[in-house]
């Protein structure tokens, strides 16, 4: 099982490629879509890392694909602008979960 980027950033790209995971670049909704698509039909793709931007271009679809598809695995990641969570996310949920404050 195999890696496999959509993003709409070369250098995140050129990073991955570093790591051995290969990709592809795109910035339109279609784009995002036809490259979903090929790799949902790619039997040797286990996991699919995209980036937050390209999630917010079409929710629907990626959420869809989460919950009614076995494989592969599609993991958003953040972009190169940082994480679209709070600064505090990990300690508010530490926090939140065994109820200590750090």
Known sequence: ??????????DTLVGM??????????H?????????????DD?????????EKLVK???DLVYELKLNC??????EIPDRHGSG???DSITRYVREAIGVKI
């Open 1 to 10: 099982m195999r890696f496999y980027l959509i993003s709409d950033n070369v």
């Open 85 to 87: 969570r709070a600064n």
């Open 43 to 51: 039997p040797k793709i286990g996991i699919v890392l995209v980036t």
């Open 28 to 40: 339109e909704k279609e784009e995002v879509r036809n490259a979903l698509k090929s790799a949902m």
């Open 17 to 26: 490629r570093l790591a051995g995971i290969e990709g592809i670049v795109v």
């Open 70 to 75: 076995k494989r592969p695995l599609i993991v």
């Open 57 to 59: 271009l079409c929710p």
